[in-house]
């Protein structure tokens, strides 16, 4: 008897496993937001940021012509070590999609962005997610970056690197005192988001960079990397 009413019987078993199925998954979804949020919402420090945080969702800027990278690539060669080295290897092909940055992150960013124009700056995304392949290549170059594949906040929609945009052409040069002043206000107002900047490291000083230190750690744990 109960054969004839097996299918009968087998989807009922499934309607009643699929409640705590859901459940589970969102859990496992709200912890990891939680957790990604106390990693860089507690320390912003700035009202005026908060404030834009806690406002209406900011939009990212249009897409440069890619010319604008082309020229940067080519006269890479004619900088000082300095400015060099704020130039990523290869700008033309690095990936400027803002969709590839983690949501909660790309806020912050644009909130410096916003902020930024508002004291007479232009940004623009020179990089944001970086692949492994990538990230590999650059380390063993050794000019921009020490993190292997896996290592770098890159790879997790964490981090991203901005430069000053005047006239139609990235600004690097950091013997000219506007753009100096201007990449530490960018680095001032990342730490006042809860972002790490990259104009602090002891190392390279890496100025164009910012990131979200502890999510990224807590990324790199989820992926093995810690």
Request: hydrophobic share 45%.
């Amino acid at each position: 008897m109960l054969w004839r009413y097996r299918w009968s019987l087998l989807a009922a078993a499934m309607l009643l496993g699929l409640p705590p199925l859901i459940v589970l998954l969102v859990r496992h979804d709200s912890v990891h937001l939680a957790s990604f949020e106390t990693g860089y919402t507690d320390p912003v420090g700035n009202p005026q940021i908060l404030e834009l945080l806690n406002g209406e969702r900011l939009v990212p800027p249009p897409a440069l012509p890619p010319e604008v990278f082309v020229i940067a690539e080519a006269e890479r060669q004619q900088l000082d070590r300095v400015a060099a080295e704020l130039v990523p290897d290869k700008i033309v092909s690095a990936d400027r999609r803002w969709d590839a940055i983690d949501p909660a992150f790309q806020q912050r960013v644009l909130v410096i962005y916003a902020l930024m124009k508002q004291r007479g700056y232009d940004m623009a995304l020179v990089e944001g997610y970086r692949s492994p392949a990538r990230q590999a290549e650059l380390a063993a170059a050794g000019k921009a970056t020490r993190a292997k594949a896996g290592q770098s906040c890159h790879q997790y929609g964490l981090a991203v690197d901005s430069a000053i945009l005047k006239d139609g052409k990235l600004q690097w040069n950091m013997n000219d005192d506007w753009v100096r002043e201007g990449y530490f206000l960018y680095g001032e107002l990342a730490e006042q988001a809860g972002l790490s900047w990259g104009g602090n490291w002891r190392s390279i000083k890496d100025y164009v960079h910012v990131e979200a230190k502890t999510a990224c750690r807590d990324a790199r744990r989820r992926a093995g990397h810690g």
